[in-house]
Nanobody, 126 residues
Framework: QVQLVESGGGLVQAGGSLRLSCAFSGRTFRDCAMGWFRQAPGKEREFVAA????????YYADSVKGRFTISRDNAKNMLYLQMNSLKPEDTAVYYCAADRLTTAQAMSVKTSHDYWGQGTQVTVSS
């Protein structure tokens, strides 16, 4: 049974930074492409960023390009999202997700994913 546990959310002022982490357990981390998604109040969940199993390929939503960086540490079974220059519109619950045997590009367009975390709240004040 795969388990994903996010951490690192919180309250930050606009222009600030946060680093989200996602701990992965239960199967081979290297089998999975990993991604971050977010859901703001009253809105649908949306794609934020994805990374291939090796870390060699990354994809980002246009709204976060140049501000967010996704990375992974396969030795520690960890996924990260470094968020800089945060804006109030980045306020959302952030979820990590895992997809077996797929690519980061595919993960960015898929409508369903194999495994989800429980989410961590990020609030950006103006």
């Amino acid at each position: 049974q795969v388990q994903l546990v996010e951490s690192g959310g919180g309250l930050v002022q606009a222009g600030g930074s946060l680093r989200l982490s996602c701990a992965f357990s239960g199967r081979t981390f290297r089998d999975c492409a990993m991604g971050w998604f977010r859901q703001a109040p009253g809105k649908e969940r949306e794609f934020v960023a994805a990374i291939s199993w090796s870390g060699g390929s990354t994809y980002y939503a246009d709204s976060v390009k140049g501000r967010f960086t996704i990375s992974r540490d396969n030795a520690k079974n960890m996924l990260y999202l470094q968020m800089n220059s945060l804006k109030p519109e980045d306020t959302a619950v952030y979820y990590c997700a895992a997809d077996r045997l797929t690519t980061a590009q595919a993960m960015s367009v898929k409508t369903s994913h194999d495994y989800w975390g429980q989410g961590t709240q990020v609030t950006v004040s103006s």
